[in-house]
């Protein structure tokens, strides 16, 4: 592939792949019914496997075509825009083509879509923002991320949330910690999932004291759900202790 490839050309190429009963199943799976977080959300029915081999052939697809396919209606579309941006930052990155410029721009471009509503399922969210925002602000000062956990948009705090994905496979739960408090309180099914998803990683990579002193502060003030993820790993008597408060 060259840089002639344009956004027509991966949609094209998912096309020929989608299967309408495939698609009926997304679209109950991502609860695009009325008042559901994916209301309205088209799917293709394109399983991830598949848009992933279309994205790997699509490699050189230039940003600005990027760009163009995460304005796209259909869902298959904007998922391998993002894989494809994955591992466009990723290259950027290495040491032997490391190239900070392109990274920023990647990073606006990203950050540009998450504002416009483009990065607007949890699937969406989960395969990119650990891998482009998380890496970039590893260095940097984190402000960024306690804007977009303070939003009214779920996705925006969604993207917090599991951008510190990256920090906690570095070794650093500080932001996990200092963002799961910001958001103790908020009730969403997707937050309060991602939030116990990032507590449980901290005590399987980082360090299970770092994990069970937050418990000990906070597990009283916990939504269920987000305690049940946070626990999942610890022993069965102390899931207990922690879930009766």
Avoid: C
């Avoid at 904007?78 to 290259?91: G, M, P």
């Avoid at 998380?134 to 991320?145: S, V």
């Avoid at 299970?208 to 000990?216: N, P």
């Amino acid at each position: 592939m060259t840089d002639s490839v344009t956004a027509a050309d991966v949609r094209a190429a998912l096309r020929e792949l989608a299967d309408p009963a495939d698609a009926a199943n997304l679209r109950r799976f991502f609860k695009t019914g009325p008042g559901e977080y994916g209301e309205g959300e088209v799917f293709l029915g394109v399983r991830v496997p598949a848009s992933r081999r279309v994205a790997k052939r699509f490699a050189a697809l230039p940003l600005e075509e990027i760009d163009r396919l995460l304005d796209s209606d259909v869902h298959e579309d904007r998922f391998a825009a993002l894989v494809i941006l994955n591992a466009r930052f990723a290259a950027a990155s290495r040491p032997r083509s490391f190239d900070d410029a392109a990274r920023a721009a990647m990073v606006r471009l990203y950050l540009a879509a998450v504002r416009r509503g483009r990065v607007n399922n949890w699937d969406l969210v989960d395969v990119s923002a650990e891998h482009i925002v998380g890496p970039w602000l590893l260095d940097k000062p984190r402000d960024l991320l306690f804007e977009l956990a303070e939003s009214q948009s779920l996705w925006e705090r969604r993207v917090a949330l599991l951008s510190t994905f990256a920090f906690i496979k570095a070794g650093d739960a500080s932001t996990t910690f200092a963002l799961g408090e910001l958001l103790l309180g908020d009730r969403h099914d997707l937050i309060q999932k991602a939030l116990g998803w990032m507590l449980r990683e901290v005590g399987k990579r980082v360090d299970r004291d770092l994990l069970t002193g937050f418990l000990d502060r906070h597990a009283a003030a916990m939504g269920r759900t987000a305690l049940s993820y946070a626990t999942e790993h610890l022993p069965q008597e102390l899931r207990a202790e922690y879930r009766a408060r």
